[in-house]
Nanobody, 115 residues
């Protein structure tokens, strides 16, 4: 089991930028993939980006070219750089990390984009 903690959400105007971070601990765990999902009330949680060691990040079509996911070389921290944000990006963003065949979730961080 790992603990997953997200940070960096907030309120931003349309076309603005935000950076989200996610850390899975303890750092001694050999984490496999990490991913970001987002959820709008009343809708299914949506996968927006994943990253795995030695594999290029994958993105949902709706965020390609605007979001960039990266992973630090040491430890289990990923960063989601979000640019050209749109009101439809407003959601709670959740990070998840896979370890030993299961994934654990963070509490989520709210991103609100005003028009």
């Amino acid at each position: 089991q790992v603990q997953v903690v997200e940070s960096g959400g907030g309120l931003v105007q349309s076309e603005g930028s935000l950076n989200l971070s996610c850390t899975a601990s303890p750092s001694t765990r050999s984490i496999g993939a990490m991913a970001w999902y987002r959820e709008i009330p009343g809708q299914r949680r949506e996968l927006i980006s994943t990253i795995t060691n030695n594999v290029s990040p994958q993105y949902h079509d709706s965020v390609k070219g605007r979001f960039t996911l990266s992973r630090e070389d040491v430890g289990n921290t990923v960063h989601l750089q979000m640019t050209r944000l749109k009101p439809e990006d407003t959601a709670t963003y959740f990070c998840t990390a896979w370890y030993m065949g299961r994934n654990d979730w963070g509490q989520g961080t709210q991103v609100t984009v005003s028009s």
